[in-house]
């Protein structure tokens, strides 16, 4: 991700990454995969936001604590297990598609 990265600033508790397009995947699924990194290492971070040029997607710590339950950040003790639990909180986080394929 870090070729990506253009600024990264602090205030208070969230940490604020400005990357813009285009990214090698959805914004959504890279702030999930930073947002579990950077809260299972800073303990003191609550907040990510992901900015683009026309969009931002936000991640508290609370947000990560439900897409990594039952086990939540103790799942990513086991390194092997990175794959499948990064799949899963992503698979949580994906809206759900309107009723009609809208």
């Known amino acids: ?4 990265v253009d600024a990264v600033s602090l205030a ?3 940490l604020r990454v400005a990357a813009p397009d285009p990214l090698p995947a959805e914004r959504g699924t890279l702030a999930v995969a930073t947002a579990i990194r950077v809260f299972e290492r800073f303990q003191a971070l609550d907040g990510l936001i992901l900015a683009g040029a026309d969009s931002e997607v ?3 710590r609370g947000d990560v604590e439900r897409l990594l339950a039952p086990e939540g950040f103790a799942a990513l003790r086991e390194r092997s297990r990175w794959p499948q639990v990064l ?5 949580r986080y994906a809206p759900v598609p309107a009723e009609g394929g809208a």
Not at 1 to 4: D, G, P, S, T, V
Not at 87 to 91: E, F, G, I, N
């Open 1 to 4: 991700m870090k070729a990506w």
């Open 12 to 14: 208070g508790s969230t």
């Open 58 to 60: 936000t991640v508290t």
């Open 87 to 91: 799949a899963r909180a992503v698979l």
